[in-house]
């Protein structure tokens, strides 16, 4: 794929760049294989599919050959010129080198993408074959344990598509022990293969669907995972792409007999800020029965959105 997916990059990277391209990607090409285009998508889901999937890429890319990539496809807030002879000539600029050094980077930073789109394809944890186009999760925090109900909306990017993978992860504060167990029971829209834990906190499903899927069709199914009673967790829940989503809905139902002291939104941040984020302009208000209800759109693969809250610690999840 890497060889195709790199010639239809340099041909998209023309012009104004990727995102005027994408609105004429096809479902069964390298490019739209990749960003999970299906032919029911509109030109905006197309646009946002291919900038999220492509920005994703890059951020693996070395410093030089990320800003080389980045102003070529036409995707960096000060490169944003009609024509990629212009872009690249700010480019050369910005780094201070000679226009055939600056497209020597852009050439070899196109090649990089496409070398590791094809790595990406093999990898078990992330499988492409379809994307998220909503997922809604609703948190209970009232009663012996915590219970989360995931309903997701998938549509397939390739013929055939026979199965798809759900996995969580289950974080915890440092001092306490990993979960012993997670309850899941899958509710509707298919038949749980098999389950496994990979980790001590990560866990996968399989799960097989009721038919096999055609490119663009649309699949909802909803499964439901219950902690055991008593085991400390950390208080969030975030969700993690690491396909293309169009949007993520989130329902936290607290105990309002022990309402959390506050409560975040978590706005699209790297994993590793979740557990400390304080800032007060993502506080949030409960509502009279003691639920924050969030919506995020066009999320970004790798970031983290949802919600933290700060109490005596008893129940969290995170979505990975």
């Known amino acids: 794929m890497s060889d195709a997916l790199a010639q239809e990059i340099r041909l998209a990277i023309r012009g104004r760049g990727v995102l005027d ?22 030109p905006e889901i197309k646009i946002n599919k291919v900038g999220l999937r492509l920005r994703s890429l890059a951020t693996d890319l070395p410093g030089d050959l990320r800003i080389a990539f980045l102003v070529a496809a036409g995707l960096h807030e000060e490169a944003r010129d009609r024509f990629l002879r212009e872009r690249t000539l700010w480019l050369a600029a910005r780094i201070d080198r000679t226009f055939r050094t600056a497209q020597r980077a852009v050439a070899s930073s196109v090649n990089r993408i496409a ?27 009232r009663g012996p344990a915590p219970q989360i109900t995931e309903e997701r909306e998938v549509v397939s990017a390739t013929d055939g598509l026979k199965e798809i993978i759900v996995s969580t992860t289950v974080p915890r504060r440092p001092d306490d022990p990993v979960v012993s167990d997670l309850g899941f029971e899958l509710i509707d829209g298919g038949r749980l293969v098999d389950a496994e834990r990979p980790g001590p906190t990560y866990f996968r499903y399989r799960i097989a669907l009721p038919a096999p899927l055609r490119r663009g069709d649309p699949h909802r199914l909803t499964v439901r ?8 967790m950390a208080p969030h829940y975030t969700y993690q792409p690491v396909r293309p989503c169009h949007s993520f809905d989130l329902t936290v139902w607290f105990d309002p007999d022990h309402p959390p002291a506050a409560v975040w939104r978590v706005p699209a941040l790297p994993r590793g800020l ?27 693969l790798g970031l983290a959105y949802g919600a933290r809250w700060w109490e005596e610690p008893r129940w969290s999840s995170r979505q990975g």
């Open 21 to 42: 391209h994408a609105v004429t990607v096809e479902s069964d090409s390298a490019l739209g294989r990749l960003c999970a285009i299906s032919d029911s998508d509109s």
């Open 115 to 141: 070398a590791m789109a094809g790595a990406i394809d093999d990898s078990p944890y992330a499988p492409l074959g379809w994307s998220v186009n909503a997922l809604r999760s609703v948190v209970r925090l």
């Open 225 to 232: 995972f219950t902690f055991p009673a008593g085991e400390r």
């Open 274 to 300: 979740v557990d400390d984020f304080t800032d007060e302009r993502e506080l949030l208000e409960l509502a009279d029965a003691g639920e924050v209800s969030l919506h995020f759109s066009r999320l970004q």
